[in-house]
């Protein structure tokens, strides 16, 4: 029988956020990335972590299903990260890929975090200070093409476009025959709203030490070995500046790990998520 169910909270500007929630157990929140949603980027994990946890797949707003709202700011979205934690009322783990794993640095290091993120696993948070020169232009080049063909209406080519950034060419391929791309087409207009207000935000960022520095959960930094040279210093930065943090490698991953390397990041989940709970 299925424990498939939804779970949702209304935030303090009206939006409502959901997410679906998958079996039974300590209760994990997971922050997708910037392409996709909550069930798009986060489902093929599931049957490796079920047994286990109960597993809160998260979509922000305007995608999945949580409703829009102009403002998608990162210091509004995590109010709705917290929000939906202090719902679920009991000590969560947070889960974040990518733009999530910025998410989930953010949500656990604001003050009301203590008593409700008991532990925090993070995917390649995306630092844009430690960039190489050709690692922006790459990046810059991907979204300049997701802007061109989302005008154009080619909505699936955008999310392409856009993940070219940082996926290999392994990645695109094993997304485009999984349907990533075309599922994910749906968000293209939200995700270039979304890049703009991230490059206009003057609030405290993932990035900043001083943000690094109040997370007092255990946090686990996670890249893979195949992957853009500024993840795994991104990784290093985290995890040199977060009180208690450690820094895992998965063999053979790229950025897209959620999607091509499932198993080795349950795997990794499942220890890290373990451990934390039975030493707490």
């Known amino acids: 029988m299925s424990t498939q169910r ?35 980027d986060w489902d093929r994990l599931l049957g490796h972590l079920t047994g286990r946890f109960t597993c809160h797949l998260l979509s922000m707003r305007g995608r999945g299903l949580s409703g829009d709202h102009p403002d998608l700011s990162p210091g509004r979205q995590v109010d709705d990260v917290l929000a939906y934690i202090d719902s679920i009322g009991e000590p969560t783990g947070l889960v974040g890929w990518s733009a999530g794993a910025n998410l989930a640095l953010g949500a656990a290091a604001r003050p009301d975090a203590v008593d409700t993120v008991d532990a925090v696993a993070l995917l390649e948070p995306p630092m844009r200070s430690l960039m190489n020169e050709q690692e922006q232009t790459v990046i810059s080049d991907a979204i300049a093409r997701m802007g061109k063909l989302a005008v154009e209406g080619n909505l699936t080519a955008a999310a392409r ?8 060419d392994e990645e695109i391929a094993a997304a485009e025959d999984a349907g990533y791309f ?18 206009a935000y003057e609030g405290p960022t993932a ?21 853009m040279p500024f993840y795994p210093a991104s990784a290093r930065h985290a995890a040199d500046h977060i009180p208690n943090a450690r820094v895992r490698e998965i063999p053979g991953a790229g950025h897209a790990a959620p999607l091509t390397h499932p198993e080795a990041l ?12 039975r030493s707490g």
Not at 161 to 168: I, K
Not at 266 to 277: H, N, Q, S, V
């Open 182 to 199: 075309e599922a994910a087409g749906r968000y293209v207009p939200r995700l270039l709203n979304l890049l703009q207000q991230v490059v």
């Open 6 to 40: 939804t779970h949702y909270v209304t935030t303090t500007d009206g939006v409502t956020i959901g997410g679906t929630v998958h079996g039974q157990g300590q209760p994990l929140v997971f922050l997708h990335g910037g392409i996709g949603d909550g069930d798009l």
């Open 161 to 168: 476009a856009f993940a070219s950034g940082p996926f290999n």
């Open 266 to 277: 349950a795997k990794a989940l499942t220890d890290f998520f373990g451990a934390t709970r």
């Open 207 to 227: 990035e900043d030490p001083g943000v690094l520095g109040a997370i007092s959960a255990p946090v686990l930094v996670l890249y893979g070995s195949d992957t």
